[in-house]
């Protein structure tokens, strides 16, 4: 088991970066085309939601990425040392909108590290808060939780690394949803327009034999942004605030299912493969 000094770790807390990127034309008709049809046709919204997560990617040159395709560890974030990395899931409020044109600052400060044991072995989560500011103020700011685990065992071989137990959508789950088929193209088309390298997407050889996972896998963002859109559909406007947490890996060329559970004042939210458990859960609330 990988020995973990924490306390190091932790000495990443507050550190920041600062970049700023342009809504172009460009950029928005390659999310509209990767996304379509499933995205929310509000006459408020000129920039569709979830697209701030294209925005200021973190770029660092060739030599400088790590064996998973990502940045590698102990520039920005902190050098935990675990190989794995995953989106775990995290928190978006709406103070504002982006438009067409804008000029975005997007702000990054490591918000927190937490130490935890799973079924698997240690699990570092690293909370990175990232704010995305107009020349009008504060647009969005989102509270992001990323996730180190352990390399898969030889006896793991290919096995899933689910974080939960074999859950199923409550049976009381509104009918209207979206069943969408993430085909590598999708998946490839993803990680272009938010310029991310994380190998287990577009790699599928890197993703069953390095990581473990049963095929290449559907973006955490990708399934947060497919919830977002489809709860704002149905209730018709963008929500306050939007939370999400992945709880097991979803693997290209599975039919999935977006569905919605109905609350007082929000909308949980599901993705779940035909058959298979949650993979991951969220609540937009207004």
Not at 49 to 74: I, R, V
Not at 176 to 192: C, E, I, N
Request: aromatic letters at 8%; charged letters at 20%.
């Amino acid at each position: 088991m990988t020995a973990i000094d924490i306390e190091s770790c932790k000495e990443w807390i507050g550190r920041s970066s600062e970049d700023v990127d342009i809504v172009t034309p460009r950029l928005l008709d390659e999310y509209r085309v990767t996304f379509d049809p499933f995205l929310a046709d509000l006459p408020e919204l000129e920039v569709p939601l979830g697209f701030h997560w294209c925005l200021s990617p973190l770029l660092a040159p060739m030599h400088e990425l790590g064996p998973d395709g990502h940045p590698a560890k102990g520039s920005f974030l902190p050098p935990v040392p675990l190989p794995r990395r995953m989106w775990a899931g995290g928190t978006v409020d709406y103070h504002g909108e982006l438009r067409p044109g804008d000029h975005v600052r997007r702000r990054l400060t490591i918000a927190g590290i937490d130490l935890k044991h799973g079924r698997s072995g240690p699990l570092c989560f690293v909370g990175v808060r990232i704010d995305y500011l107009t020349e009008r103020g504060l647009a969005i700011s989102d509270l992001q939780n990323i996730v180190y685990r352990e390399a898969p065992s030889k006896e793991q071989g290919a096995a899933s690394p689910a974080t939960a137990g074999e859950a199923v959508v409550p049976p009381d789950v509104l009918e209207h949803g979206w069943t969408v088929t993430p085909t590598p193209t999708m998946l490839f088309r993803y990680s272009a327009v938010t310029f991310n390298g994380h190998r287990v997407h577009y790699d599928h050889p890197y993703a069953t034999g390095g990581e473990g996972y049963p095929g290449l896998l559907v973006h955490g963002p990708m399934q947060a942004t497919l919830m977002l859109n489809l709860a704002a559909a149905t209730r018709r406007s963008v929500p306050r605030r939007f939370t999400c947490r992945g709880l097991a890996p979803l693997a290209a060329g599975q039919v999935f299912h977006v569905r919605l559970q109905p609350a007082a004042q929000s909308l949980r939210c599901f993705t779940q493969a035909e058959g298979g458990p949650i993979a991951m859960e969220g609540e937009a609330v207004w």
